[in-house]
Each structure stands twice: as structure tokens, then as C-alpha cells.
């Protein structure tokens, strides 16, 4: 797994040092050497969090000697949602203290990197004339709800945090507004109502130059912030590009901000459970965390789910490779990132007036007019040696490449080298145009325009088969509409199955994260990633949760995939970019495309009871022995999709209960896709719902048909009410195996 973000130079210097200090944690290290390590000890003893604190002090001292030594390597103690610390420890100290009964495990704390506003109308919530059934206005535009923001900080200047017309902070509010460097208590309002910030037991040397406040330096974070929820901006747009009225989501959810994340130190995960801890405390209803995958301790997260917080986690940016989705746990939504109908054709006019057709973000160019083309090759030093590039715009051409799909390092790599030899500009060929917002991390004034290799060819044999070839970059112009097919699973975004947990459906839905427009200091720029796509789905929770207050974040997770969309708008499945692209499954987008406002009226929802999270959490966590293993399997749970990865020859039962949240009375039918190879039997097939009976529980059967070793296979159920009013659909994998030591999941 890699990096969460979009990879600048200092995104890529991130990765390297994460991985450095992942490995000095695990590596030998002198018994001396103190290391940051993570305590845990599941629910809190005691009602009020200082004894809570109290209890982790005297439990240090006892081990270091001396309650100074205790007061002098805690750095966390987590106390509201669940008991556990932070300290600097020797490893022989971290030993003992996963000796003693109350501790469920200690481990080393790792760093994790990070992982507009056409998309809101372009998912049916437009504000100008808001559908009066729809769910912004069922949901109040968010009104009353507090979203939680785990990331890099906030800009609190922004247009996209204007508190104006809003009504006083919502009394249940618990949190607070720490002040710091340029960030001052009124920088907190109406709009962001809380603001922390987490920088203790990280090295000086890597938080010094950012922000010792809630203040993003980095932008990560106000961009998120404001996708979630931002208030009305009109006129915004990057450089003309995008233009239109800039929102969140919920653009009347409050914002909770929890720094944890710096520009060079990434996301240490000590900081991130004290976030979530202290957001338990302050009385956040959503919490967006748009972070890489490496964090281990889920047990905030479960303990946050267990408290009614919906928990939304970005999947990562490492596809389009299969099993590399992160933050894979059952208790939270895991989002896949996904296209829209925005694209951003550029005009290319070679010398003999032919034109064709690239993308790029090109929004000033230093003068219009004819260049010389040069072929690169591709673009490698050497090829770029050979030729004289001074001034030129460069066609970089490499077949080897296309079979990496999004061609990141090799873009950056090609850039980089016509930089260096003079260049003017780059004309990049490549499949995937899911690779546009390297532009403006990368180009900086050099013209970089992608182009697919059938145009690529046609430049390059205009280029062979001319004395002295021109061409001329004409201004990007922004294309919207339903002409853009769209939705597409981006190139980047990660993939399922899950490694840690194949009996998951992961991620659980899609939705917009490919050149999104939102807030990033005073200005608004276009992003790209799952880190984008998860405030999308932070914001639409935050509707649901206004209209439907005592939801669940289970039940809030149904909705969002039940109702999800698999075909576009002309009816056409979902494609997943990628060489060669494919259509959507399950692995790659869950459920499907995110789809408001049928979420807001699901019909029937699978709900599940937190305890039976714990079940299976008190299984594969830490120690316990407290633990049945045929109940530990998570197919076992009352999720709104099924895996099976092992099915053998004996046919395979799982059940499933469903609630009613729609007429009270009302009949469902099932509609059963079989994945090829199994056949899938459901019973009851009829569920009748009425007064008294507002909950039914089914079973799903499954049995092979060919005993044939090893691939997942994708079906779906769907319960159809007589109304044809709401289909509710899961989405099914299933693998059957003769053995069990091989299986194939590409
Ligand atoms: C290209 O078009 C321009 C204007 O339409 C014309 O002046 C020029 O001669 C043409 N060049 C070629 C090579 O056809
Ligand atoms: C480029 O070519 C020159 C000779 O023409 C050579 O001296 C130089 O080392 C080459 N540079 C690279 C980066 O290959
Ligand atoms: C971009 O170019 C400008 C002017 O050439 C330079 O000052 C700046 O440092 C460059 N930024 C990056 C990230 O390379
Ligand atoms: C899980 O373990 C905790 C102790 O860590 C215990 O309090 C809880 O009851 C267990 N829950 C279940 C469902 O087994
Ligand atoms: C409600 O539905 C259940 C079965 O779904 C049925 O047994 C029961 O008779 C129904 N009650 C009424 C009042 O119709």
C-alpha cells in the first residue's frame, strides 16, 4: 500500500520516510531506546475520564519506578470512548505491560500518509432548485449535525467557513477550540466549532515550518473540510475552470476539526486515536477521515461506531491492483473514488493545421502561438540527450509503460527530465486520463497535455514525416454534461478483495473523488482521490442523519449501499478504469455509485447490533479467548453485502435480517443474481411487513456447481417491494475452492 495522497515531491519524500520509520519500529533496537507504543485496554473502568488517566499513570509508574517517569513518557491518555495510552517506551517495558491482565495489546504507533462543485449536482443534490423530496432538503441541508474532520487542519479564512445565518453552536457540543500559531479562538465560529490539534511525541524537526495550531498548512484538510460541508461560495472556480457555486455536501453541518496529520510527518496513528477519542467526547454524529491504511488499531473506530458515530474512511489510492483497499473494517464505510461528467478537453493544432483532441488543466498559457514539436521518445535521459529539446514541446511516447495504469512515477519521471533539458512543454502518452491532477503538482509552467496512443501516434508520424513540426496548445476548455460518460471507478483507486478480511465486501460505494473542486486556503483548487471521495460520502451520511435521527452508522451504511447505482445514466454497468478497463464489481466499487436521494428512502435496512461488532473484534484482536470461531466469521454479520471466499463442496448458509423503513405495510420480493458457478437460493423469498411485524431474517444458500479452484465470482440480491417503489440491493462475491492453499483474486 502507498500513498493516500496526491503523490507531490513531498508526498513521495513522505512515503519513504513512513516506511523508514515503520521499519525502525519493527526492527532490532537497543534495549535502551525508547519507542512511541500504543496501549490498549477496550472499554473504560471508570465514569469519569481523570480516574480514567489516574488508572493509566499508576499502571506506568508501577513499570517505570516512579510516577515522574510515568508523567514523563505518557504522551496520550485515551479516556472518553474507550481506555488506553500513548507512551514512550523501552521494548522490554512494552513487554511487561503486555503482561498485565487489563491490557488487550500494545504495539508499536505507526505513521500513515494522508490519504465542488459540480459533484453535488451531479449526484441529484443540486442546491438551486433542490428536489423538495430530495434528501438536502429532507436532511435540512444538514442543519444541526457535526462532522468531524481528521486531517491536516483547517484555513479558517476560507469563504467555505462563513458562519453567517447561523444559529448558535448546537448545546449538546463539548469540544473546544485550542488556539496555537495564527490560529486564534475566533478563528473558531459558528461553522467550525471545534478545532484541535495533535502534535506530541512527533519529532520537532518534522512539524517545524507547519503550523504549531489547527491551521493547514498543507490544504489536505480544508479541502475535505469544505467538500464534507462548506457553506455556499459562488464565483468559485481554479483559474476559470470548475466555475460555479462551491459547497459541501451539508453545507449547514458544523465542523469539528482534529489536526493529526502534518505536511512532512503524515498521520501518526497515537494522535489519530486521540482524535477519535476526543471527538467520542465532543459529541460528533460523523467522523471523515480521508487516511492511509496502516492503522492498526481499529479499536477507536469500533468504539466510536459503538457510540453511534458513522465513520467514513477514505480506501486508498493504489489501484487499480486488486486487494489493495485500505481501511478494510466491517464497522466503518470505506469509499472508492470515482469520475464524473466534468472533463477537460485540450485543443492541439499541429503544423499542417490537423487538430486533435488531449486533456490537460491548462489555464494561462505564456503566449498562444505555434511551437516546435520534438519526439522524445521516451523521454528517458538518454533519449532526451539525443536531441535538442530547448524550447520545444516534447511528445513523450513509450509502449512499455502502458501496462501501468495510472503511469504516476512515469509521468512525474518524464516531466522531470524534459524540465531539466529545456523543454517547453510535454505531450504525454497514456490510457489513463484519471492522471490529470499531476499537472498542477508537477508542471509548474512547463505545458503538459495527456494524450491516448492513437493520438500519441498520430503526432508521432506527423513528427517523423515532417521537416520542422509545430504545434500550438490552445486554452483547456471545461466539458460538462451527461456527454462525459460517467460515473467510472478511477484508475488510482484502491481495490478489494480485502487481504486482512476477504469474507468483506470492500470498499463498500463509490462516489465522486477525480478532479474535485474545493477549498484550499482563500482559494479553490481541484484535487484528486479517495481522500476526496470520502467527504462526499461524509457530507450525504450527514443528510441521512438529519432526516432519519435514530439511524445507526449501520443503518446509515445501508442506505448509502443498498441504493446505490451500478449502470449509469444511459444505462450503461459502471466501467473501472484500468488497462484494459473492465466493468465494475464489487471489489471495486462496493455497492456501487453513491445516490442520495434514493439513500433517503431505502425501504428495508440491515442493521446491526455493535455488540455483534465486538464479537467478532473481541475474536481477532488482541488476546481474548472469549471468542466461538464459527460466529468470528464476518460473513456473520448483518452487513448489506455477502463475500464468501471459501466455499467447498457442502452448500454454505448465511443469514441476514432486514428492517422496515418504509410503508408499514409492504411485501418484498427477492431477485436473485447467482454468481456463475453457484446456485443461490433465498428463504423466505416473500417477506410481508406490517404493524407488528417490521423486521424479517432470511437465509442465503449457497452451493457450487462446478467444484472449479479458486476465483471470485459476483451476483447480487435485490428485495423488490409490490410498489416497485425501492429496490434494495446487496452486492455478492463468492469463491468456491477445492483446496485450500491457492486461490486467485485478479
Ligand atoms: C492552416 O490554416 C491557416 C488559416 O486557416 C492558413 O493560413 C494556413 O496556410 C494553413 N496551413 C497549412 C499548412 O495548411
Ligand atoms: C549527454 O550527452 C553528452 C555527450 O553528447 C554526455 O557528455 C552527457 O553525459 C550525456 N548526459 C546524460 C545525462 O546522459
Ligand atoms: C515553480 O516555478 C517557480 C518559478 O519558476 C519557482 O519559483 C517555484 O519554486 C517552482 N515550484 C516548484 C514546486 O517547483
Ligand atoms: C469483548 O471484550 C470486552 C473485554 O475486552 C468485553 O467487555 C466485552 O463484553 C466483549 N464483548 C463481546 C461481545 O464479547
Ligand atoms: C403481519 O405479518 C406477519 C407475517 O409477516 C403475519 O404473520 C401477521 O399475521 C401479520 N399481521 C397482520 C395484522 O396482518
Not at 492498526?296 to 473506530?301: C, I, K, R, V
Not at 432486514?658 to 405495510?665: K, W
Request: aromatic share 8%.
Amino acid at each position: 500500500m502507498g500513498s493516500q495522497h496526491l503523490p507531490s515531491s513531498s508526498m513521495l519524500l513522505l512515503l519513504f520516510l513512513s516506511s523508514f520509520i515503520h521499519m525502525a519500529a519493527l526492527g532490532r533496537t537497543p534495549s535502551s531506546t525508547k519507542l512511541l507504543y500504543i496501549v490498549y485496554m477496550g472499554e473504560r473502568q471508570h465514569e469519569d475520564p481523570d480516574l480514567v488517566t489516574a488508572s493509566h499513570h499508576d499502571m506506568l509508574s508501577s513499570v517505570l519506578g516512579s510516577k515522574e517517569e510515568a508523567l514523563s513518557s505518557i504522551v496520550y491518555s485515551y479516556k472518553h470512548g474507550f481506555s488506553g495510552f500513548a507512551a514512550m517506551l523501552t521494548e522490554s517495558q512494552a513487554h511487561q505491560i503486555a503482561e498485565m491482565p487489563e491490557v488487550i495489546s500494545v504495539k508499536p504507533s505507526r505513521s500513515v500518509p494522508l490519504l465542488t462543485t459540480r459533484s453535488w449536482d451531479y449526484l441529484e443534490l443540486g442546491y438551486e432548485q433542490p428536489q423538495p423530496t430530495g434528501l438536502l432538503v429532507r436532511g435540512n441541508f444538514g442543519d444541526g449535525i457535526i462532522i468531524g474532520v481528521v486531517d491536516t487542519g483547517i484555513w479558517p479564512e476560507s469563504r467555505s467557513f462563513d458562519d453567517r445565518g447561523y444559529g448558535p453552536v448546537p448545546s449538546r457540543w463539548k469540544g473546544t477550540c485550542e488556539v496555537g500559531q495564527n490560529f486564534a479562538v475566533n478563528h473558531c465560529n459558528r461553522k467550525i466549532i471545534g478545532a484541535r490539534w495533535y502534535a506530541r511525541g512527533l519529532d520537532p524537526s518534522l512539524i517545524e515550518g507547519d503550523y504549531q495550531s489547527p491551521r493547514d498548512s498543507e490544504g489536505h484538510g480544508t479541502h475535505t473540510a469544505s467538500t464534507a460541508a462548506g457553506s455556499l461560495v459562488s464565483d468559485a472556480s481554479f483559474h476559470g475552470l470548475g466555475a460555479g457555486t462551491a459547497r459541501g455536501g451539508a453545507p449547514r453541518a458544523r465542523l469539528a476539526i482534529y489536526k493529526v496529520c502534518w505536511a512532512k510527518a503524515g498521520c501518526r496513528d497515537a494522535g489519530v486515536l486521540k482524535a477519535i477519542d476526543d471527538a467520542i467526547h465532543d459529541g460528533v454524529d460523523i467522523l471523515s477521515l480521508s487516511l492511509g491504511g496502516f492503522l492498526d488499531p481499529s479499536f477507536a473506530s469500533i468504539h466510536a461506531v459503538a457510540k453511534g458515530i458513522t465513520v467514513i474512511f477514505a480506501g486508498g489510492n493504489d489501484g487499480p491492483v486488486t486487494q489493495t483497499i485500505a481501511n478494510d473494517i466491517p464497522w466503518v464505510i470505506t469509499v472508492a473514488a470515482s469520475t464524473m461528467d466534468r472533463s477537460f478537453p485540450t485543443l492541439l493544432t499541429l503544423g499542417d493545421n490537423q487538430t486533435v483532441v488531449g486533456q490537460s488543466i491548462l489555464y494561462e498559457s505564456t503566449d498562444g502561438g505555434f511551437k516546435e514539436l520534438v519526439d522524445g521518445g521516451s523521454c528517458s535521459r538518454d533519449d532526451l540527450n539525443s536531441s535538442d529539446v530547448v524550447g520545444k514541446i516534447v511528445l513523450c511516447y513509450d509502449p512499455v509503460i502502458a501496462k501501468s495504469s495510472p503511469p504516476n512515477q512515469q509521468f512525474i519521471l518524464a516531466t522531470i527530465n524534459v524540465q531539466e533539458a529545456g523543454g517547453k512543454g510535454i505531450i504525454f502518452a497514456q490510457y489513463s486520463a484519471s492522471i490529470l491532477h499531476y499537472i498542477d503538482e508537477i508542471c509548474n509552467g512547463t505545458v503538459c497535455v495527456f494524450v491516448d496512443y492513437e493520438i500519441g501516434t498520430q503526432i508521432k508520424f506527423y513528427v517523423a514525416n515532417t521537416r520542422s513540426p509545430l504545434v500550438k496548445v490552445s486554452l483547456t476548455q471545461d466539458m460538462v454534461g451527461s456527454g462525459v460518460m460517467s460515473p467510472r471507478v478511477a484508475a488510482f483507486s484502491s481495490r478489494g478483495p480485502s487481504l486482512l478480511f476477504p469474507d468483506l465486501v470492500k470498499p463498500d460505494i463509490t462516489a465522486p473523488g477525480f478532479l474535485i473542486l474545493a477549498a484550499v486556503e482563500d482559494s479553490f483548487k481541484f484535487e484528486s482521490g479517495t481522500s476526496m471521495a470520502c467527504p462526499h460520502v461524509s457530507g450525504v451520511a450527514a443528510l441521512l442523519k438529519a432526516a432519519h435521527p435514530q439511524w445507526s452508522p449501520a443503518a446509515i451504511k445501508s442506505a448509502l449501499v443498498t441504493t446505490a447505482h451500478t449502470a449509469n445514466a444511459y444505462g450503461f454497468p459502471i466501467e473501472a478504469e484500468g488497462v484494459p478497463r473492465k466493468l465494475a464489481d464489487p471489489f471495486d466499487f462496493g455497492g456501487g455509485h453513491i445516490d442520495p436521494n434514493k439513500a433517503a428512502d431505502p425501504g428495508l435496512i440491515y442493521d446491526v447490533d455493535p455488540e455483534d461488532y465486538f464479537k467478532f473484534f473481541n475474536c481477532t484482536y488482541g488476546s481474548s479467548t472469549t471468542c466461538d470461531l464459527v460466529d468470528s466469521r464476518l460473513y456473520r454479520l448483518n452487513l448489506p453485502s455477502i463475500s464468501i471466499p471459501f466455499l467447498k463442496k457442502t452448500p454454505l448458509t448465511v443469514w441476514r435480517t432486514v428492517t422496515n423503513v418504509g410503508d408499514t405495510d409492504s411485501i418484498y420480493r427477492a431477485i436473485g443474481e447467482s454468481p456463475p458457478g453457484v446456485d443461490m437460493v433465498v428463504e423466505p423469498s416473500l417477506l410481508q411487513f406490517n404493524a407488528s411485524t417490521t423486521t424479517h431474517t432470511f437465509g442465503v444458500t449457497f452451493t457450487p456447481l462446478q467444484m472449479v479452484q479458486g476465483d471470485f465470482n459476483f451476483g447480487s440480491l435485490t428485495w423488490l417491494d409490490d410498489g416497485k417503489k425501492h429496490a434494495v440491493r446487496i452486492p455478492i462475491a463468492v469463491r468456491v475452492i477445492i483446496h485450500d492453499y491457492f486461490s486467485d483474486t485478479s
